[in-house]
């Protein structure tokens, strides 16, 4: 019995990795085709073109991009031979030869420059630049690929001119003033950036997906232009002068729009780790503020607000729940929420300090209780 469960584990053993190394293998080939456009020794009937198109944006919705880029290749090599201005009907549009060429051509440079491969997806771009020069998205993708070179100074250049050039022509395209945006900020013209976001925000007002970002426009520009802003903020750390009214009024602006910029983001996407671990920073720094306030304005009310919202973002914040606990013990006097807190603090991390603070709070709060007590028997 026992070689028999033996050999049948050793046979599921082997099925098993026979299975990977078949997925493995169909990966690399898949690779090697979608790289070289081979999918297919002979090129397919011209009456397929619209078919392959259509599965080919299907599945680029849906991110299956191996299978996208086979389409896209099938249809390229059916248009071989044909002549220019002859109509193919797509999803029931008659589109031109050109424009299914353009089409594809971008598409396979995108998934090209998704996986990383930028030699490829440059050179596959130029093919749809054969087709139309100017196109917006011709130029938007030759700007990203030449972006991604950030040490490369005149690369960096000549993507600032592709942007350019897409919103001379489309003034309210919004991805090209987030590209162009990222650009500015990147060479620390904050400024410039800071308008470039703002345009790219007002033009995604629905939060469109695009395939080439992980969020929308509107989302990614709200998150750069809210770090813009805390860079122009830590500038006025480092005046060699006292604050101006001026001043101040600049700083409250920057770090409130700072705020609502990421909160604003993150009610079109929960959970968004970037946008979270930015808001957080920023709401500790309030807190911080707010507690540093004259004696006797000190809004330590207001502060434990901000660390309400921060524990929200973060339940497993340790801080939060500490100095909530602690504005509550020390400042408002309510010992029965500071140890509502503590208690929190300690199902996070069990400190023996955590602890103490809460057998001490326990015993307090006793007292309190007693002395009520002792005070109505009285009356």
């Not at 996986?115 to 050179?123: F, G, I, T, V």
């Not at 504005?327 to 807190?341: N, Q, R, S, V």
């Not at 023996?352 to 109505?376: C, F, G, M, Q």
Request: aromatic share 8%.
């Amino acid at each position: 019995m026992s070689f028999n469960v033996k050999s049948l584990f050793s046979l599921r053993t082997w099925l098993i990795y026979a299975e990977i190394l078949a997925v493995i293998g169909f990966i690399v080939l898949a690779a090697f085709y979608i790289r070289r456009g081979n999918a297919e020794s002979e090129s397919p009937p011209l009456s397929e073109v619209g078919h392959f198109i259509e599965q080919a944006d299907t599945r680029f919705a849906q991110h299956d991009l191996v299978e996208a880029a086979l389409y896209y290749w099938r249809a390229l090599q059916a248009l071989e031979t044909v002549e220019d201005g002859h109509t193919i009907s797509v999803n029931g549009v008659s589109r031109t030869a050109d424009a299914i060429g353009l089409h594809a051509n971008l598409r396979i440079s995108e998934i090209y420059s998704q996986n990383s491969w930028a030699k490829d997806a440059r050179a596959r771009l130029e093919h749809a630049a054969r087709i139309q020069p100017d196109h917006v998205n011709v130029r938007l993708l030759r700007g990203r690929l030449l972006s991604n070179d950030t040490l490369d100074d005149e690369l960096l250049a000549q993507a600032t001119e592709e942007f350019l050039a897409v919103i001379e022509n489309d003034p309210n395209n919004a991805e090209a003033h987030y590209r162009l945006g990222v650009l500015y900020h990147g060479n620390k013209q904050l400024e410039e950036a800071a308008v470039h976001y703002n345009k790219a925000i007002e033009n995604d007002p629905e939060f469109r997906d695009v395939a080439s970002e992980k969020s929308p426009i509107g989302i990614l520009a709200r998150l750069q232009l809210s770090r813009a802003y805390a860079k122009m903020l830590q500038g006025y750390r480092f005046l060699d002068r006292e604050f101006t009214d001026e001043d101040l009024a600049e700083v409250a602006r920057l770090e409130s729009e700072s705020i609502l910029l990421l909160e604003q983001a993150l009610a079109q996407r929960p959970g968004m780790d970037e946008v979270i671990a930015d808001l957080v920073n920023l709401l500790y720094a309030r807190a911080r503020a707010l507690e540093r306030e004259d004696i006797e304005t000190r809004g330590y009310g207001d502060a434990l607000r901000v660390y309400e919202r921060i524990s929200e973002l973060d339940p497993q914040d340790v801080r939060a729940w500490e100095r909530m606990a602690e504005i509550y013990a020390g400042f408002l006097g309510d010992k029965e929420k500071a140890l509502e807190m503590y208690r929190k603090v300690y199902e996070i991390e069990s400190h023996p300090t955590v602890l103490a603070n809460i057998k001490s709070l326990e015993e307090d709060v006793k007292a309190e209780e007693e002395d009520l007590e002792i005070a109505d028997d009285l009356e």
